[in-house]
C-alpha cells in the first residue's frame, strides 16, 4: 500500500536488467533530429500554467517566441496568452521596463493571478524579473524560470511548484474529496481521460476538489489544499515531486503508483482510493469488469488482439508507454513488438513486457524498427504516423504529442475502464476493417476467370505467405491473391509465374507483411521446392506413430509453426485412446476435444 | 508595448518556412530545443517534403562556452547525408546573444565542404516586427552566394514573397509569355531555377515583401528593380501587367491585357454590386503583409477596409499610398494591445487574422479569415474567384445559428 508513503511507481521497478534497453545514438555522432518532437521545460512551464483558465499567463520574451509558443498550443487547446514583446535592446540592455509596464496592463484586468514564464533569452541574460514583481508589489504574481536544456515534464513540475506559495492552508478540508494532478493543456487526450477519472470517482462517491491544472480555475488551485488526497494521474511524467511538496507543507497523502489504463489497473486505481477513504466498492467494480468482459467476448476482439502486434512510440508519454503496454500485453495478448520511451526507468517498466523497447531512438531508428518488427499497428505521434503511412503501414492511432491540429475532446479516453473499451474498439475496428478491405476487390468486379495454372514455384511463395498472415483474414488475403495474380497471367496470356506473383503481392498483401514476404522471393533459387521442403519438414517431425495419408493431408493444413505439436497431441491422444494407427478419425476426435 | 502578438510565426520560422520549400537548400536552425521544437511543429504543415528540421540544439554549456563546433559538425553532417547545394545558417536569438561567429565557422569549412555553398542569416528578435521579413532576410542570404549569370535583355524577373509564391507565378508569366517577353521567376521550387534570377534585366516584385532581396540581386545583376504594385485584383494585375509592356514597348501585352479585361470586367462588376449591395467592412489584422494584397481586392470591390499594416519598407510605403489614394483604406498605425480594441473601436464584419485572434473574434459571431490560408492571391482569377464567393464563405448563418442558440439558453460566448 503506498498511499502516504510517498511511493512513486517509477522508484519501485522491478524489472528485467536495463542493459537490454536500447539507447539513441550519441548526440555528437548524429545529425540532431531526434529531439524534434520533444518539447522542453518552457513548453512544460507554459502548458502548466495556461490551463488556469481565469490566471493570465505572460511569457517573456521575444514577440516571436509568443506567437510561436501561442499558435502551437492554439492547435490543442483554447487559451489566451500574453507577451511582454522584448526587443534586441531590451534582451541587451535590461527588460524591466518593458515588463513593468506589460504587468500593469495586466494588473489593471484584475486577474486573480499572474504567471510570468521567462523565455531562453531572458534566462541567459538573468534578467531581473523577481525584482520587477516586488516593485509592482502585486501579491498574486508568480515568476516561473524553466531550465534551459530542462526537460518538458521537469517545466511543468517547475510550474505545478510554483502553485504552492498561491495556496490557502487554512482552507476547511472537503470530505470524500481529491486533487487530480498532472492533466495540463496540449497533454495527448488530457480532457478525455479526465472525463473519465471524473467518472469514476463520482460512481464511489468521492469528488474531485481541483485539477492542476488543465481547466482549472484559481479559486480551485487556492482551494487545493481541501482535497484529502492526491492523485498523481501521470506518475512516470510530472506531479510526483509536486505531490511530495503538498505533502510536506499541507501534509495530504498522495497516491502515485497506480496508472488507470486497463481493466486490472483501473479496478486497482480505484481500491486504492476505496481503501484511503473507506468505501466499499465491490458492487461498482464488479460491474465495470463484468462490462469489459462482455466486450472481449465479443466478436472479433481476441482474434483481433492475439494476432496483433504492436507498435508504441509514447516518448512524450511515459505514463501511456507503461500502461498501454502492460494492458495490451496482459489483458489483451497483444505482442508489442516494439515500444520507444522516454527514459530509461519507464524503458525498464515496458521490457517487463516487451523485448524490444527503445530509450529516445532517432526516427531513423524507428523506421528501422517498424520494418523489422512489421508492427500490425502503429501507436504514436505526427512523425510515427508519416513514417507508418510513408513505409505503408495502413493501422495508426494517435496516443502522443506533437499531433498537429489534432481536436481532442472529453470522448476517446484511453485511461479508465470506458479508455479500456475505448482502446479495444479503436485498435480491433483499424486492425479488422482496414485488413478486410484491403482484400476486396472491385465492387463489380469478375469472380473467376475460370482455370488458370501456377507454376510450382508462386504456388510455393503464395503458401508461404499465407503462413504469414494472421488467421483471421488469411483465407481471404489469400483468396484475393490469388485471384490478383489469375488476373494477371490471364492478361499476359501465361501461367502464374514467381514473377508475376511477386508483382501482384507487392501490391495486395496486407500492409504489414510487405516486407517480411519479400524475404520469399529473394531466397535462392536453389532452395528446394514447396513439396521438397515439405517433405524435408516432414523428416523433422517427431512421428512415432503410423499415419495414413489422409491424416497427413489433414497435418498439412496446420501451420508450419505448429506442426511438430499438433503431432504430439495427436500421438498422445491416440495412445491415451488404445490406437495403433493415426488416421483422419483420430485427427477429427483430438481436434473436437480440443474444442475446433 | 502591445499585450499580444497577432502575427502567424517568427522570422525564423518563416524563414525554415520559405528555404524548406527550395529543393537543393538545407536549413540549419542554430538555436536551443524550445526553438527547434516549436519551428519543428509549426513548419510542418507547409513543408512539402524533408519534414524533419536539421538543428544544432544549442545546450546549457554552449551558451557559457560557445557552441561554434556543434554548428560546425551539423554541417559537416547535414553536407554528408544530403549533398546539398547550398546550407543556409538560420542564426536565431539565443546564439546571436551570445555572440556565436557562424561566419568565421562557415568560412572555416570552405575547403572540406566542396560543390556546397553555406550561407547565413540572422533572424529572430532582430525582425520582430513581421514576420514575412523573415522570407526575405533568407532569400537576401541566398542571393548572397548566387554566381551572377549573364544577363538577357529586355527579360522580366518576378520576385515573390514566399515559397507558397513558387507555385502561384502562373497567374501572371501566362501574360508574358502570350507577349513573347522571357521571363525568370523568384522564389522558385530548386535552387537552379532561382539562381537565373540574375539574368533578368527588370525585376518587378510582386509583393511588398522581397525589399532587401531586390536590392541584393540588383547589386549583383546589375537589374534594375521596378516596384510597381502588388498585382492583386483587377485593376491591380492590370495595372502591374501594363506597367512591363510600357517598360518594355510590348503591344503584345498591351493586347493581352485588353483581351482579358474585356472578358472579365463583366463579371467583375457583377461582383461589386452584390458588395454595393451588402456592404462589409473589413479589418485585415497581422498577416505575412497579405494585409496589403487581399486589402487591396475587397477594397476594390468597395468594401470599407481598416489595415494594421505589418511591414514599412519602400515597397510597402508605396504601396500603401495606392491603397490609401485609390481606394480609402484607412492605415491602423496605433499601437493596440488586443484584438478586441480594434474590434471595439471599428465594428468589423469581417476580420482577417490569424489564430490567436480568431478567439477574439468568433465570440463576436464575425467570421474571421486565417490569413495564412489566402496567399497565392495574385492575378485576374484568384481576385474573380475570391470576390464571387466571399459574402457565401463568410457563412453568416452559421455566426446567427451560434449566437441564437448561446442567447437562448444563456451561454456566455466568451466561456
Given amino acids: 500500500m503506498s498511499i502516504g508513503s510517498g511511493k512513486n511507481f517509477s522508484r519501485d521497478i522491478k524489472g528485467t536488467p536495463m542493459a537490454k534497453v536500447k539507447e539513441g545514438t550519441d548526440r555528437e555522432k548524429r545529425l540532431q533530429v531526434s529531439e524534434i518532437h520533444r518539447p522542453s521545460a518552457f513548453e512544460g512551464a507554459l502548458w502548466a500554467v495556461m490551463g488556469i483558465k481565469d490566471a493570465h499567463t505572460v511569457f517573456h520574451s521575444p514577440s516571436g517566441c509568443y506567437i510561436n509558443q501561442h499558435q502551437n498550443a492554439l492547435m490543442n487547446d483554447l487559451f489566451e496568452m500574453y507577451t511582454s514583446h522584448l526587443s534586441y535592446g531590451d534582451v541587451l540592455h535590461g527588460a524591466r521596463e518593458t515588463l513593468e509596464k506589460t504587468l500593469q496592463k495586466l494588473i489593471a484586468k484584475g486577474p486573480p493571478a499572474i504567471f510570468i514564464v521567462t523565455s531562453p533569452t531572458v534566462e541567459i541574460v538573468k534578467d531581473d524579473v523577481e525584482g520587477v514583481v516586488e516593485k509592482l508589489d502585486y501579491e498574486k504574481c508568480v515568476v516561473i524560470r524553466p531550465t534551459i536544456g530542462g526537460t518538458v515534464h521537469q517545466g511543468k513540475e517547475e510550474g505545478f511548484l510554483s502553485l504552492i506559495s498561491l495556496m490557502d492552508e487554512k482552507v476547511e478540508k472537503k470530505e470524500k474529496s481529491v486533487n487530480l494532478i498532472g492533466p495540463t493543456y496540449s497533454v495527448f487526450n488530457w480532457r478525455a481521460d479526465l472525463e473519465e477519472l471524473r467518472r469514476m470517482l463520482f460512481e464511489i462517491g468521492v469528488s474531485v476538489n481541483a485539477v492542476i491544472t488543465a481547466d482549472s480555475t484559481m479559486q480551485q488551485i487556492i482551494s487545493a489544499p481541501a482535497a484529502m488526497l492526491n492523485i498523481c494521474v501521470y506518475p512516470f511524467d510530472c506531479g510526483v515531486t509536486f505531490a511530495q511538496k503538498m505533502q510536506e507543507k499541507f501534509g495530504i497523502p498522495y497516491l502515485a503508483d497506480a496508472i488507470p489504463i486497463g481493466f486490472g489497473e483501473s479496478a486497482r486505481w480505484v481500491e486504492e482510493i476505496a481503501s484511503f477513504f473507506n468505501l466499499d466498492v465491490e458492487t461498482y467494480l464488479k460491474g465495470e469488469i463484468e462490462n469489459g468482459f462482455r466486450l472481449i467476448r465479443t466478436g472479433s476482439v481476441f482474434t483481433v488482439t492475439f494476432e496483433t502486434p504492436v507498435a508504441l512510440a509514447l516518448e512524450n508519454h511515459n505514463t501511456y508507454a507503461v500502461g498501454i503496454s502492460h494492458f495490451f500485453k496482459k489483458e489483451l495478448g497483444i505482442e508489442i513488438c516494439f515500444a520507444a520511451v522516454g527514459d530509461e526507468e519507464v524503458g525498464t517498466k515496458v521490457q517487463e513486457v516487451s523485448g524490444n523497447v527503445s530509450v529516445s531512438p532517432t526516427i531513423d531508428e524507428k523506421k528501422r524498427q517498424y520494418e523489422e518488427t512489421s508492427p500490425l499497428l502503429i501507436m504514436g505521434n505526427f512523425y510515427d504516423l508519416k513514417v507508418s503511412k510513408d513505409l505503408g503501414f495502413l493501422n495508426f492511432l494517435f496516443a502522443d504529442i506533437p499531433t498537429i491540429s489534432f481536436l481532442a475532446t472529453e470522448n476517446g479516453p484511453y485511461m479508465g475502464f470506458r479508455g479500456a473499451s475505448y482502446l479495444i474498439q479503436q485498435v480491433v475496428n483499424q486492425v479488422y476493417i482496414n485488413l478486410f478491405i484491403e482484400t476486396k476487390g472491385e465492387m463489380e468486379g469478375q469472380i473467376s476467370l475460370g482455370e488458370v495454372r501456377w507454376s510450382s514455384s508462386a504456388e510455393n511463395a503464395l503458401r508461404k505467405i499465407a503462413e504469414m498472415i494472421p488467421h483471421f483474414i488469411r483465407t481471404k488475403s489469400v483468396k484475393k491473391l490469388q485471384k490478383k495474380a489469375e488476373e494477371l497471367a490471364y492478361q499476359e496470356k501465361s501461367e502464374v509465374t514467381l514473377e508475376i506473383f511477386k508483382t501482384i503481392a507487392e501490391e495486395y498483401t496486407p500492409t504489414r507483411f510487405k516486407t517480411k514476404f519479400l524475404e520469399v522471393f529473394e531466397e535462392d533459387s536453389a532452395e528446394p521446392t514447396y513439396q521438397e521442403k515439405t517433405e524435408e519438414d516432414w523428416s523433422k517431425l517427431p512421428f512415432s506413430m503410423e499415419w495414413d495419408e489422409e491424416a497427413r493431408e489433414m497435418l498439412h493444413m496446420v501451420p508450419s509453426e505448429f506442426k511438430a505439436k499438433a503431432v504430439l497431441g495427436t500421438e498422445e491422444y491416440a495412445q491415451r485412446h488404445n490406437y495403433t494407427c493415426v488416421t483422419s478419425q483420430v485427427v477429427n476426435e483430438y481436434r473436437k476435444e480440443l474444442g475446433f | ?415
Fill in chain 2, 1 to 415: 508595448m502591445p499585450l499580444k502578438s497577432y502575427e502567424h510565426c517568427c522570422s525564423t520560422m518563416q524563414a525554415m518556412a520559405s528555404l524548406g520549400k527550395i529543393e537543393g537548400v538545407i536549413p540549419i536552425l542554430h538555436a536551443p530545443q524550445p526553438c527547434i521544437y516549436e519551428i519543428q511543429i509549426g513548419t510542418m504543415c507547409c513543408r512539402p517534403s524533408r519534414l524533419l528540421t536539421m538543428g544544432t540544439l544549442i545546450e546549457r554549456g554552449e551558451i557559457i562556452f560557445g557552441g561554434e563546433e556543434n554548428l560546425k559538425r551539423q554541417i559537416v553532417n547535414v553536407y554528408h547525408t544530403y549533398h546539398p547545394k547550398v546550407i543556409v545558417v538560420l542564426n536565431t536569438c539565443v546564439p546571436q546573444l551570445i555572440g556565436e561567429d557562424v561566419k568565421g565557422v562557415i568560412e572555416d569549412l570552405k575547403e572540406e565542404l566542396k560543390g556546397c555553398k553555406v550561407t547565413y542569416c540572422d533572424t529572430g528578435f532582430k525582425y520582430p516586427i513581421a514576420m514575412a521579413t523573415g522570407n526575405d532576410i533568407c532569400w537576401a542570404s541566398i542571393v548572397d552566394i548566387m554566381e551572377p549569370h549573364q544577363r538577357m535583355d529586355g527579360s522580366i524577373g518576378l520576385l515573390g514573397r514566399s515559397g507558397t509564391d513558387a507555385g502561384a507565378f502562373s497567374s501572371l508569366t501566362t501574360f508574358l509569355r502570350e507577349a513573347d517577353i522571357p521571363y525568370f521567376t523568384f522564389p522558385a521550387s530548386h535552387i537552379d531555377e532561382m539562381e537565373k534570377i540574375t539574368r533578368a534585366h527588370f525585376l518587378y516584385p510582386i509583393h511588398v515583401v522581397p525589399y532587401l532581396t531586390s536590392k541584393k540581386i540588383s547589386e549583383k545583376s546589375s537589374a534594375l528593380v521596378n516596384y510597381s504594385e502588388i498585382p492583386s485584383g483587377v485593376e491591380g494585375t492590370t495595372r502591374f501587367l501594363r506597367s512591363i509592356a510600357d517598360q518594355l514597348g510590348s503591344q503584345k501585352l498591351h493586347d493581352a491585357v485588353d483581351r482579358e479585361e474585356k472578358e472579365i470586367m463583366p463579371h467583375w462588376d457583377s461582383v461589386k454590386v452584390t458588395f454595393s449591395k451588402k456592404p462589409l467592412r473589413v479589418l485585415h489584422s497581422g498577416g505575412p503583409a497579405s494585409e496589403f494584397s487581399m486589402g487591396k481586392i475587397l477594397a476594390e470591390l468597395g468594401a470599407e477596409v481598416f489595415l494594421v499594416p505589418t511591414m514599412k519598407n519602400p515597397f510597402a510605403k508605396k504601396e500603401r499610398e495606392v491603397l490609401a489614394e485609390r481606394y480609402r483604406v484607412t492605415f491602423i498605425d496605433e499601437e493596440f494591445d488586443t484584438l478586441s480594441d480594434l474590434l471595439d473601436t471599428y465594428h468589423p464584419d469581417v476580420v482577417f487574422t490569424e489564430f490567436q485572434g480568431q478567439i477574439e473574434v468568433t465570440p463576436r459571431f464575425a467570421p474571421a479569415f486565417i490569413n495564412m490560408m489566402y496567399l497565392a492571391e495574385y492575378g485576374y482569377d484568384f481576385a474573380l474567384d475570391f470576390g464571387r464567393n466571399f459574402h457565401e464563405a463568410m457563412k453568416g448563418h452559421v455566426y446567427r445559428k451560434w449566437e441564437e442558440l448561446l442567447k437562448r439558453y444563456k451561454g456566455n460566448p466568451y466561456g
